[in-house]
């Protein structure tokens, strides 16, 4: 007799998906949902300006909040439409899609990735960048560490000098597949791109849109302070180096112990085929392009030693207009020199495109969180607050505080340049009652605003590559949340070594 084999009864019960974390529009939408909402507790108020646009400080009154209900839902409604291309109005300081003022959306960010799409789809249909990175992978199959460390410090000192961010976005295609080959994952590539350049402008040396805005905000030369900030480059950018060779070798020697075990990377072949010839002219127009695009978009005066009036005539002084150009123009060379035809070359602009369009969207629902606060006009009122934070602080109790109320601001205020703007005229004169010299508390408020850089949801910059790279919001802060660490402690010990030094 056999035994018997008892059936558990059928309860009609689905088993329960597991918790997926939502995606980086998710993430923003739900940002730009609670923003909306504080919005409303958060009392409006202004500063006088002064002829340049500046706050003043001890002039900061609460008003009425100037819009209605309805107006404020229309506001949530269109944010993603003021995110991309809402014009400041200069006179009432309101962002809309409609009548007359400065761009403020993310248009030129927004087509730039997805001209980089079409650029980067024509150049993988050559078949010229997988054998490239296929015959690159092999002969750095025992070096990659190199070739990763190389990565970060040169990113790291363009962010440095000139702020190198959105740029970074064009990378990830070029990247990633040489990185998977070399038996590494995703995320040693957003260290090697994204986090390297925001480390460098973190420790901004002579970058003209935060340091050099931030100087002439307080009226303090630019050079003043190098010293302090070249010594943060190369502690923070070693510390950067060491911590991604870290987790790169771990990864490499186990690939269980990614934090991607779902993109687990892939040994680069024993064996590859050789370029053709057409292949390595697409190669050579490649670096051509991504060359010139460095080349154009640095502020060479503003870089080099020395005091110079004026840009040297050989500057290109290029942004986003030309730089959409030169992808667009790159796209259809290298659909001509890797043998596409006019077919080819149609469908490398609509599929680059169209593979492109989830990070533009989340770049452009990010400048939207902004649109937000600045038409409910509490930008004023949260600068306020940091006013008083630091009012009455020491010297040193004013440096941890600048750091830390700036880190914060950085949430509701990316930019760096429009950060400066708005917080220098209030903390140039109240550094000088805390015996803090200006030159110093500038270099304290980029260090804390861009460090909130590296990891705020609000940051297009940072969402946009993750949205490239297909990682998650939530395992990108589990990768970097020990160099988040690591990189506060470095910095706040030597500012406040230096605060101390200058008293």
Do not use: C
């Not at 730009?32 to 958060?42: K, M, N, R, S, T």
């Not at 409006?44 to 646009?53: K, L, P, Q």
């Not at 750095?140 to 970074?168: C, N, P």
């Not at 035809?341 to 492109?356: H, V, Y």
Request: glycine share 10%; net charge negative.
């Amino acid at each position: 007799m056999s035994a018997a084999t008892t059936v558990a009864p059928d309860t009609g019960s689905k088993p329960r998906k597991p918790f997926s974390f939502p995606s980086a529009l998710t993430i923003l939408g739900l940002v730009l949902l609670l923003v909306w909402i504080a919005a409303f507790f958060i009392p409006s108020g202004t500063y006088e300006r002064d002829e340049s646009g500046s706050p003043i400080v001890g002039t900061y009154t609460q008003i009425e909040a100037q819009q209605s209900f309805f107006e404020r839902l229309v506001d949530l409604l269109i944010a993603p439409v003021n995110g991309l291309y809402g014009l400041q109005n200069a006179e009432t300081g309101f962002i809309a899609p409609f009548g007359q003022g400065f761009l403020f959306g993310a248009a030129g960010v927004f087509l730039f990735i997805l001209a980089i799409g079409s650029f980067m789809t024509a150049v993988f249909a050559t078949g010229a960048m997988d054998r490239g990175i296929a015959r690159l992978a092999h002969s750095m199959r025992e070096r990659g560490w190199l070739m990763i460390s190389a990565i970060i410090v040169l990113f790291s000192l363009l962010g440095s000098t000139m702020g190198w961010a959105d740029e970074t976005l064009g990378f990830y295609a070029l990247i990633i597949p040489l990185a998977l080959a070399l038996g590494y994952d995703r995320l040693v590539v957003l260290g090697a791109v994204f986090v390297s350049s925001a480390v460098g402008a973190m420790a901004s040396t002579v970058n003209p849109f935060s340091i050099g805005v931030a100087s002439g905000e307080a009226d303090v030369s630019i050079g003043e302070g190098i010293g302090l900030r070249l010594v943060l480059w190369f502690v923070l950018t070693g510390i950067t180096v060491a911590y991604v060779l870290w987790y790169a070798r771990r990864v490499k020697k186990n690939p269980a112990t990614s934090i991607l075990p779902e993109t687990s990377p892939a040994e680069a072949a024993e064996e590859v085929d050789k370029l053709t010839r057409r292949q390595v002219w697409v190669l050579v127009v490649t670096a051509i392009v991504f060359l010139l695009m460095i080349f154009a978009v640095i502020p060479w005066a503003s870089v080099l030693p020395g005091e110079w009036d004026a840009p040297f005539a050989w500057e290109l002084g290029w942004w986003f207009p030309e730089l959409i150009a030169l992808f667009i123009v790159g796209t259809i060379v290298v659909g001509l020199v890797g043998g596409l035809g006019e077919k080819g070359i149609a469908t490398a602009f609509t599929k680059g495109s169209g593979d492109f369009i989830g990070p533009a969207l989340v770049v452009m629902l990010a400048r939207g969180v902004t649109v937000i606060l600045n038409n409910s006009q509490t930008i004023d009122t949260i600068l306020h607050a940091m006013e008083q934070a630091v009012a009455d602080a020491s010297n040193l109790g004013f440096t941890a505080l600048v750091w830390v109320i700036n880190a914060g601001l950085a949430i509701i205020v990316p930019s760096s340049s429009g950060h400066a703007a708005l917080a220098m005229p209030l903390l140039a004169p109240l550094s000088d009652f805390a015996d803090v010299t200006r030159p110093l508390m500038i270099t304290t408020w980029n260090t804390g605003a861009r460090w909130m850089g590296i990891v705020t949801p609000t940051n297009g910059v940072l969402m946009g590559g993750l949205a490239i790279a297909a990682v998650r919001y939530d395992k990108y802060v589990r990768f970097i949340w020990p160099l988040m660490v690591a990189l506060a402690v470095a910095t706040l010990t030597i500012l406040l070594i230096a605060t101390a030094a200058q008293g």
